[in-house]
């Protein structure tokens, strides 16, 4: 009796650490610390959801209102936070929606876990409903992928993916689990992987080469510092800042590299790139030494390449083997995670300035902003401009919001005009340039920064891209701040056809609807604003709001974004009007 | 640059998604795999792709670096022809009426340094390795008498120099 008594305690206690793989999942993201997720239920996730729904205490689900929503919340959540975002959807089309998502991380090295769900393994490969082969779609565009098809292998296969999204240079992964493997059970212990012994995220830093770029950056006349993204993924933007102010260098960023370096620190001279500062760009091709920290030379800022930076000497800073010598041949290269190498480089600069050189990059300011600039954010024209608005914005705000772009003019100029004092604060779309992009990030962007404004800076094109999201923010209560620039046209793509296709405005104009309606159906607080007069004001009202708020500011139709890189042309021809 | 023919020798785990990750890095460059071998290496539970392409040093360099940085590819390198000891294997199967009819025949055989796999009354079978001209030039003397089947494999090639694949895998398992 005792014995069988015994025996049945066993076997209970035994089986209270089985547990299906469905909740298996559930307890792999909590063991990351994952507390937040987006996605999107359908028949072939349902158990996970149900684990969800159980769980409702230790992870919150949001539910977007397309998948395409959650990856891009996830992806600013992430961007923000600098932690991994989360998506799930289910299978087929749930999971196809995912892709434009995936892509943007992939191209802009956002660390993201996206589960999806799958048809069951016996069905796998019989055209069952909504199967869809997504290990197959989503391989170009992600770090890494795996199809789970047993419970057993979830707690390892959840560990490797979040380990391999954010080591080195992050990504998406995508994990795909057939609905068999959330069903049945599995015995649950997890441990956070720390290797896999075909990966090494980030090359250890080479003394030899250190030495060489410090040589280089010693004796060169003219230095020059272009930042990207690197830095902030790298968290070196303390490291960074010392080199700027010790070695006395100009420096530049990305469009990604924004708000690692405050916008008004004395060596930060603006953007380089098609839209970029002209001094930044123009002095590229006189530098003498182009010092490249992770960034990879994407042909927005190089421009024509056998015309880029062909007289100086290039350091290439960099945690990726692949990006060097790719686009842009390194004299130097210095591989390693940035923090590491800016870190080892730092004692060996010599103290130094370089006023001559860096007075060349304020004349340069100087006429751009006569020609361009000025009549940007101090327009004297009737029409309303972008660049006001994001001026306002910057005053309004004190340079401390996290800015939100979409993609197209007023990206251009949200990017060239917003103020930063705070790194991780510019959101945007920029390695695959996807339209629909901002009001998603910008759900992310906040909940992953509850304690910072969040100002979303939306075209009236890329708006009706993933207006639905506008369904998150009421039903949360999100407080961002959407601002649509509306110029009734695909400004960018209208840009173009003025000036390379003899102005004719093939579907580029747009009939719009109101804008302030929709908000308001949605019961979201909403101005419209047409007249230079009721601008501070309103963005001040707005800024003031502990709640969503949606504004609309009615732009000038046909205004050009300059300066302008032609596609094709080099850094040196770059057009002020 | 010049276009070359370069054999890319890729080390790695063996897992299910692992070729077409691989093979979508050549299709996203728009760039032919002239051939494509698959593998156990000389390490146990490590395969080895064997991939050979006609392209610009420039452009192999890119694709190395792209396979190099998929998570279970532990080691790829490039190579030209002279760097490496390479051969293909073809099997020809041909009408055994010929082997009597056509005295020729038993010359190309002997000649070809090829083997006879096996014999029957309609058939028999030939295989050959060596370079693809000499495989080329085997099927060239027996295209006038008709070949019931050709088939011939990827390029599978050994380097002169060493890759020292196990001394990376144990840095990566110390890692
Ligand atoms: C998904 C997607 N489709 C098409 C494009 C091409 N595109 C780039 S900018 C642009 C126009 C954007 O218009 P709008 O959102 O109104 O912004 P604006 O340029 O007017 O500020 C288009 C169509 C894109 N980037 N993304
Ligand atoms: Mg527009």
Request: negative net charge.
């Amino acid at each position: 009796m005792e014995t069988l008594k015994e025996q049945k305690t066993a076997q209970k206690t035994k089986k209270s650490i089985k547990i299906s793989g469905a909740e298996a999942i559930i307890h792999c993201l909590l063991a990351e610390g994952v507390d937040l997720l987006y996605g999107y239920p359908g028949g072939a996730i349902m158990p996970v959801y149900d684990e969800l729904y159980k769980f409702q205490d230790k992870l919150t689900h949001i539910l977007t209102r397309h998948e395409q929503g959650a990856a891009h919340a996830a992806q600013g959540y992430a961007r923000v936070s600098g932690r991994v975002g989360v998506a799930m959807a289910t299978s087929g089309p749930g999971a196809t929606n995912l892709v434009t998502g995936l892509a943007d991380a992939q191209i802009d090295s956002t660390p993201l876990v996206c589960i999806t769900g799958q048809v069951t393994r016996e069905l796998l490969g019989s055209d069952a409903f909504q199967e869809t082969d997504i290990i197959g779609i989503s391989t170009p565009v992600t770090k890494w992928n795996y199809q789970v098809t047993k419970a057993s292998e979830i707690p390892e296969i959840m560990a490797k993916a979040f380990y391999i999204a954010k080591s080195g240079r992050p990504g998406p992964v995508l994990v795909d689990i057939t609905k068999n493997a959330q069903f049945d059970e599995l015995d649950f212990s997890y441990t956070p992987c720390t290797g896999v012994r075909s990966y090494k995220p980030a090359p250890t830093p080479d003394i030899e080469s250190l030495k060489q770029a410090a040589d280089l950056i010693n004796s060169a006349k003219k230095p020059f510092i272009v930042w990207g993204q690197g830095v902030i993924l790298g968290k070196a933007e303390q490291e960074l800042k010392e080199l700027v102010e010790k070695a006395g260098i100009p420096a530049a960023w990305t469009i990604m590299g924004a708000s690692a370096l405050d916008s008004e620190h004395p060596l930060n001279v603006g953007m380089v790139g098609m839209h970029g500062n002209y001094g930044p760009n123009l002095l590229t091709n006189q530098c003498d030494v182009l010092i490249a920290i992770g960034m990879r030379f994407d042909d927005r800022v190089t421009g024509r390449l056998e015309d880029y930076a062909t007289q100086a000497k290039v350091i290439h800073f960099e945690i990726d083997p692949a990006e060097v010598n790719k686009n842009v041949h390194a004299d130097v290269a210095v591989l390693g995670n940035s923090k590491e190498t800016l870190g080892l480089i730092l004692p060996m600069i010599n103290s130094k300035s370089h006023e001559s050189w860096h007075n060349i990059f304020k004349e340069k300011y100087q006429i751009e902003y006569d020609t361009v600039i000025k009549n940007d954010i101090h327009p004297t024209k009737e029409g309303l401009t972008m660049g006001e608005v994001i001026e306002e914005i910057n005053l309004a705000s004190d340079q401390k919001a996290v800015i939100v772009t979409d993609v197209g003019q007023h990206q251009m100029i949200g990017c060239r005009y917003a103020k930063f004092k705070e790194s991780k604060s510019n959101i945007t779309s920029g390695g695959l340039g996807t339209m629909g992009f901002a009001l998603p990030a910008a759900i992310g962007a906040k909940m992953g920064a509850m304690d910072r404004e969040v100002v979303a800076i939306i075209g009236d094109g890329g708006y009706q891209m993933t207006i639905q999201e506008l369904g998150v923010i009421f039903q949360h209560n999100i407080p961002v701040k959407i601002v649509v620039l509306n110029n009734d046209h695909l400004g960018m793509v209208r840009q173009w056809q003025e000036l390379f296709f003899d102005r004719r405005y093939a579907s580029t104009v747009m009939t719009n609807p109101d804008f302030v309606k929709i908000a308001e159906g949605y019961h979201i607080e909403s101005k419209r604003v047409s007249e230079r007069k009721d601008l501070k004001s309103t963005i001040q009202y707005m800024m003031a709001s502990k709640n969503p708020f949606f504004l609309e500011v009615k732009v000038e139709k046909e205004d050009n974004v300059f300066p302008m890189i032609p596609s094709g042309a080099a850094v040196s021809e770059i057009r002020l009007k | 640059m010049k276009k070359e023919w370069f054999t890319i020798s890729v080390y790695s785990e063996n897992n299910v998604g692992l070729l077409n990750r691989i093979s979508g890095i050549f299709l996203k460059r728009h760039i032919n795999i002239e051939s494509l071998n698959v593998s156990k290496s000389e390490i146990d539970n490590v395969s080895k792709f064997t991939i050979v392409v006609y392209t610009t040093e420039k452009w192999v360099r890119n694709i190395v670096g792209q396979i190099e940085k998929q998570i279970e590819v532990i080691k790829a390198f490039y190579h030209t022809d002279d760097e490496t000891i390479y051969q293909e294997s073809a099997l020809f199967k041909i009408a055994s009426n010929l082997l009597f009819d056509e005295r020729q025949i038993q010359n190309i055989i002997k000649e070809s340094n090829s083997q006879i796999v096996t014999v029957s009354r309609e058939f028999f079978i030939l295989a050959k390795s060596g370079r693809r001209y000499e495989i080329d030039e085997m099927y060239e003397q027996f295209k006038p008498f008709g070949i019931m089947q050709f088939v011939r494999s990827g390029r599978i090639s050994v380097t002169k120099d060493e890759m020292q694949i196990s001394t990376l895998l144990k840095e990566f398992q110390h890692n």
